[in-house]
């Protein structure tokens, strides 16, 4: 059951981290030109819509098997490079889901003309999620060097 645990960690991180720089780098050269965005909408919810079914599905995964992977080991003799591990991508996931989800909502209701409580315009809103993505991704690449190296 381990094994079966480390290859849905292993394939959810290749995932997340695959799918974030990709469709972030893609959604930050969209918004460079904000004449075209309103051309550009089906594109951009087919992006969103990506992210919040495939994408946040795979963070769960990644959480679930790594909380199952981590309840394995003995806590009084676990290596600090897995605790971190442990703490700060368990972070790293909760508010890459809760963020992400925040500003694809934002995003949608910006594309489809619903007015927003605090204005902003699409090519910032864009800007904004593409940044989350990327951040999380340098954070997710961060925690796996830290581990794969095993520093600390």
């Known amino acids: 059951m381990y094994s079966l645990s480390y290859i849905l960690h292993i394939f959810g991180v290749a995932i997340w981290i695959g799918s974030f720089f990709a469709l972030g780098y893609l959604l930050k050269g969209l918004a460079k030109d904000e004449r075209k965005l309103v051309d550009l909408a089906p ?36 290596p600090l490079y897995i605790t ?24 949608t209701r910006k594309l ?13 809103l864009m800007k904004l999620y593409a940044n989350f993505l990327l951040i999380s991704t340098i954070l997710g690449v961060g925690i796996i060097i830290v581990v794969g190296l095993r520093l600390v």
């Open 43 to 78: 594109v951009v919810k087919g992006i969103q819509r990506w992210v919040m079914v495939g994408v946040l599905p795979s963070l769960a995964l990644i959480l679930l098997s790594g909380v199952y992977m981590v309840l394995q080991f003995n806590r009084s003799s676990m």
């Open 84 to 107: 971190i591990m442990e703490q700060g991508g368990t972070l790293i996931i909760l508010l890459t889901i809760i963020l992400v989800s925040m500003y694809s909502v934002k995003l």
């Open 112 to 124: 489809e003309g619903i007015p927003l409580k605090k204005e902003k315009a699409l090519a910032e």
